[in-house]
């Protein structure tokens, strides 16, 4: 019986070619989006999973009151961890790691170490991180204790042991004793690194008493709970610890801190504060809808073309029927035949996948798989899919098809009833409302994207070279003779340049009521130059000058911003005021114009800037557009001639810059993507449905071409139907789309408005590629001569 | 073998009312090859349904083999109909994705009879009708006289005990007609009851028993034999 099912399943797909290869496209194209984007929210859903204490670590993160706002550090201060272990039985033990990147020299091989990382002792006691070589009880316990991953290993040794090797880290040269060797950190952590460093390094040689920094924050900590301790009311412990340990200089600053928990394992995806490693469950959730809904889309079209050819199955049914089938052994047989089709898609999604994963792992950004065969499982499970949606879509089509009655059939009396019609119409405007509501959000995503690199930020970032010279003492004369350069137009230092990172200081101003206000200001360390150089326009008072004296140790320049949060309604009010910032007292001298230093997505802050030659470590060189590889090569023998020591790296700012919206662009290319397979899909549907529509109506279509028909008569009778589904649903996705994409712009700061004309752009190319889909059968079926169609009866 | 009594089936659509069978009464022996002729519109296609187990009448009584089946839901009507009654059909019915072999080898399957003594009925049946040399081909592939043939292999291969045909030269000439209704005079001389419903006067003359109908009612019966 099987053998029979399959025999006419073959030969029906393989009779009715094109209806086969648009279900099989349509089923392959959905199942691999839905099979790539399964793969992504496993690896986003999988981070720090792995840990087997997973369940009792936690990461402390800390929000500090101050008279005028919330800050959200990362994590609290230098002092906490090393003081929970003593105050808190219920604490197995902390590690605090904070990131650096370390300047780390081999005989002649050098690297600064992007992946560097301070820890504490305790690190692999905590985390699962396997440790190939070197005791992971000990291999941190003393200064100057490094742990390589094996990747590190192979770039500083080759394949000789590094165990007890030293190397020298930072550009004082500090020895350095390799104590262990651990696996590659999986991609899928929020913690990275090819290079511990003991934390105590830090806490004993390079910046004693850090332990018992209370106001010092720059850390993360992270604390294992014991078996069975109850986390919640550990933190309910917290305030009164900070209090006793720390109260009076909490008061004394006005700056109070609060302590919470995050379970590790979730705070990739769920944390709130902002990490470059942190993923979003937003973007989790949205891609599971979008794979839910490309699903959806591709089961409906098999929906459609099935119930929609059922007329001509009808006979068979019929026969089947006479000569002894039952209703049940027709269910089965057709469920079978769908479930056929949906395996033969399930092997070419599995050709598909392996095809798409590199490239589909370059635009996630990371390694979701090595390959589709990596892990037999997921085949498995795709397997079971295929046939869990051959069931799905097999259902309707075969409880249709299996209760026609086989007198109503054979006598030729046949309709396929309104009903059915309904549905078709039903799916198709679903099809459609889905891709027209992705397209809509994607005009939007890709608008913002476009806003937001266009957008005037308030200062110069083109042909602006950045060199980190990590502080090196050399760097003055490195700097003088680049300013010698041919093609080199100015060359100035600072802490910072915009869309990187910058210090936040604890500061006091001088308000418009005259009271010194506490604030947390983000600084900027500049020389004199620099305003000039990324030509930030000063609104109220005076750039820093060399001919002032003072300039270099009591001078200030706040932003517009900052100025408001001071009360002052003109920046000409600020200047002269006060200002007293990381024992530096002095005036403010000038007020600049608002500058976007952050992502378009995070509002302007207050800003203060400073001259402080020994903070500055970058190196802009704004550079002429001509002869820019000769320009670079000279600035690099000039570095190696003044600063050999350190390998020579550098980055364009507007590339920077941009940097922080790659996982924005990451969004907008996989949306616009899955909205491309989306549309192909339902056009897929739409095709398939509309060249049956034509065939059916063959003989109306000779009828009124014989009664005088004009080809355009017919083209639009074929099509109107079809373009009045997609009309419905243009007007159902457009409040959907509006909704959503609302909620989505919340997140930027700064956004574009959603205009009507993203809905007519869509709406206009939704229904010009339905035409373009029905149109192509509508024609073929009216210039056909009327005779021949008229014979088909 | 078949007695029905007062049988009535009444088609409705939303303002006309048809009636196809009126109070119809008669009985059919066992072994007995009965024509049954009318207008078009006079209800032999209803009752040849009815008779069949395809359909059910309104009211009335339907003894097969001495058991009431009006009123027997889809399911027992599609076991009792698989067991005992082969069609025949005008426009032959064939499965055009199936061979010859395969179309003829369908009833059995739906039997449940096994694989081997499947072939050997088959090729059998396909032997006795003379269209083995077809066996691997597609029913487009065959002439209509060909096609009727396997058509009537279909409805016997599974040995039932009746079988109903509805006109089944109408879509044959006039040899290729002879053909199939000499097949069908050796089945019954073999034993096989068969109810023909015909307009044409020379098949029916192959029959034992001619019943005549108008507007859903027995009009005469001419016996033949």
Same mark, same amino acid.
């Given at each position: ?94 590690? =605090? ?95 990275? %690194? ?91 959730? +949205? ?10 889309? %591709? ?124 549905? =078709? ?249 899955? %909205? ?20 059916? =109506? ?30 419905? %649903? ?23 408005? +959603? ?23 509508? +024609? ?10 008229? =014979?088909?009866? | ?27 059919? &022996? ?45 399911? &027992? ?41 499947? &072939? &050997? ?105």
């Amino acid at each position: 019986m099987l053998k029979n099912y399959f025999k006419i399943a073959f030969r029906n797909l393989w009779r009715h070619r094109v209806f086969s290869l648009i279900n099989i496209l349509g089923l392959t194209v959905g199942m691999t989006a839905c099979f790539l984007i399964f793969l992504y929210v496993r690896f986003e859903l999988s981070y720090d999973k792995f840990h087997s204490k997973g369940d009792r670590i936690y990461r402390i993160i800390c929000d500090i009151k101050t008279p005028t706002e919330v800050m959200k550090p990362g994590g609290p201060s230098w002092a906490v961890g090393p003081h929970l272990m003593g105050g808190f039985p219920q604490v197995e033990a902390t590690v =605090r790691t904070t990131d650096d990147e370390l300047l780390v020299r081999r005989g002649n091989v050098k690297f600064q170490e992007k992946k560097s990382l301070w820890a504490d002792s305790s690190f692999f006691q905590v985390f699962d991180f396997k440790l190939i070589k070197g005791n992971p009880h000990t291999a941190l316990n003393d200064p100057l204790n490094v742990v390589f991953s094996e990747s590190a290993v192979k770039k500083y040794f080759g394949n000789t042991d590094p165990i007890g090797q030293t190397i020298l880290l930072t550009g004082e040269g500090f020895t350095a004793k390799i104590t262990g060797v651990m696996k590659d950190i999986p991609e899928n952590s929020m913690i990275q %690194a090819d290079m511990l460093v003991s934390m105590n390094t830090l806490t004993r040689k390079l910046n004693p008493n850090l332990d018992n920094q209370w106001g010092n924050y720059g850390n993360r900590t992270y604390v294992l709970l014991k078996p069975g301790a109850n986390a919640a009311s550990f933190e309910k412990q917290l305030p009164a610890f900070l209090e006793k340990m720390n109260g009076t200089e909490m008061k004394q600053l006005n700056m109070y801190p609060t302590l919470m928990l995050e379970k590790f394992p979730e705070a990739y995806l769920h944390s709130t504060r902002n990490d470059s490693n942190s993923g979003s469950i937003k973007n989790v959730y +949205i891609f599971s809808i979008v794979a839910v809904f490309i699903l959806l889309i %591709a089961c409906f079209n098999f929906i459609n073309l099935t119930t929609a050819r059922s007329a001509e199955r009808a006979k068979e049914v019929g026969i089947r029927k006479v000569v002894g089938a039952g209703r049940r052994q027709l269910t089965a047989q057709f469920i079978g035949e769908s479930i056929m089709i949906c395996l033969i898609a399930f092997l070419l999604t599995l050709a598909a996948a392996a095809l798409l994963l590199p490239s589909f792992n370059q635009l996630a950004g990371k390694t979701l798989s090595n390959g589709v065969f990596e892990n037999w499982r997921f085949i498995g499970m795709l397997f079971l899919a295929s046939i869990g949606i051959g069931l799905l879509a097999g259902l309707y089509p075969a409880l249709v098809l299996s209760s026609f009655r086989p007198v109503t059939v054979l006598k030729g009396r046949f309709s396929t009833g309104a009903k059915g019609i309904l549905l =078709r119409r039903g799916l198709v405007i679903s099809q459609f409302t889905i891709s027209i509501a992705l397209i809509i959000s994607t005009i939007i995503v890709y608008l913002q994207m476009n806003f937001m690199r266009s957008q005037d930020l308030g200062f110069s970032k083109d042909q602006m070279m950045v060199i980190n010279s990590n502080g090196d003492p050399a760097r003055d004369a490195f700097v003088h003779a680049v300013e010698g350069l041919p093609n080199v137009k100015s060359v100035s230092m600072s802490s910072s340049v915009p869309g990187g990172g910058n210090m936040g200081a604890y500061s006091k101003i001088q308000n418009a009521k005259g009271v010194m206000q506490i604030a947390n200001l983000d600084l900027y360390f500049v020389d004199f130059d620099y305003l000039k150089q990324f030509n930030i326009k000063v609104v109220a008072g005076r750039m820093f000058s060399r001919q002032f004296m003072t300039d270099t140790t009591q001078a200030m320049i706040l932003n517009e911003s900052a100025v408001k949060s001071f009360g002052y309604r003109s920046p000409q009010d600020a200047v002269g005021r006060d200002f007293d910032q990381w024992g530096r007292r002095g005036k403010i001298i000038g007020v600049m114009k608002d500058f976007h230093f952050k992502s378009l997505q995070e509002e302007i802050k207050p800003l203060s800037m400073r001259i402080e030659p020994n903070g500055c470590s970058l190196v802009s060189v704004k550079v002429s557009a001509n002869n820019l590889p000769s320009t670079i090569s000279a600035i690099e023998s000039k570095w190696n001639a003044l600063i050999p020591a350190r390998p020579f790296s550098y980055f364009f700012l507007d590339e920077f810059f941009d940097e922080q919206y790659k996982s924005e662009q990451r969004f907008g290319k996989l949306f616009l993507n899955f %909205a491309i397979l989306a549309i192909i899909i339902s056009c897929l549907g739409l095709l398939g449905l509309a060249s049956y529509s034509t065939m059916q =109506r063959t003989r109306e279509i000779g009828i009124r071409k014989v009664l005088g028909a004009t080809i355009p008569n017919i083209v639009n009778l074929l099509s109107i139907d079809f373009l009045t589904l997609v009309g419905i %649903a243009i007007i159902i996705a457009s409040p959907i789309a509006w909704f959503a994409m609302h909620k989505w712009l919340q997140d930027f700061a700064y956004r574009i408005p +959603i205009s009507w004309w993203i809905f007519a752009v869509a709406a206009v190319a939704a229904t010009i590629i339905a035409i373009l889909t029905v149109s192509f059968q509508a +024609i073929k079926a009216a210039v056909a001569n009327p005779v021949k169609s008229l =014979r088909t009866e | 073998m078949i007695k029905i009594h007062d049988l009535e089936k009444v088609y409705r659509t939303e303002e006309v009312e048809t009636i196809a069978l009126n109070k119809l009464s008669f009985a059919v &022996k066992e072994g007995e090859f009965v024509a049954v002729m009318g207008p078009s519109g006079c209800g032999k296609s209803t009752l040849l349904n009815i008779l069949g187990l395809l359909d059910d009448p309104d009211s009335g009584s339907f003894l097969f083999n001495g058991i009431e089946v009006a009123g027997f839901n889809e399911r &027992k009507r599609a076991d009792l109909r698989k067991r005992n009654i082969g069609f025949v059909f005008q426009s032959f019915n064939l499965i055009d994705e199936l061979t010859v072999f395969e179309n003829v080898e369908l009833p059995l399957i739906y039997l449940g009879v096994k694989g081997d003594e499947r &072939k &050997k009925r088959v090729e059998e049946m396909l032997d006795k009708m003379q269209i083995m040399h077809r066996r691997n081909h597609y029913p487009q592939q065959l002439s209509g006289g060909q096609q009727q043939r396997v058509a009537v292999a279909r409805a016997v291969v599974n040995k039932p005990k009746l079988i109903l045909a509805d006109e089944p030269t109408g879509n044959l000439d006039s040899s290729n007609g002879n053909e199939v209704m000499e097949l069908l005079t050796d089945l019954n001389e073999q034993g096989t009851t068969i109810i023909m419903v015909t307009h044409s006067e020379h098949d029916a003359r192959y029959s034992h028993r001619i019943i005549r109908m108008l507007d859903g009612q027995t009009v005469t019966e001419n016996i033949l034999v």
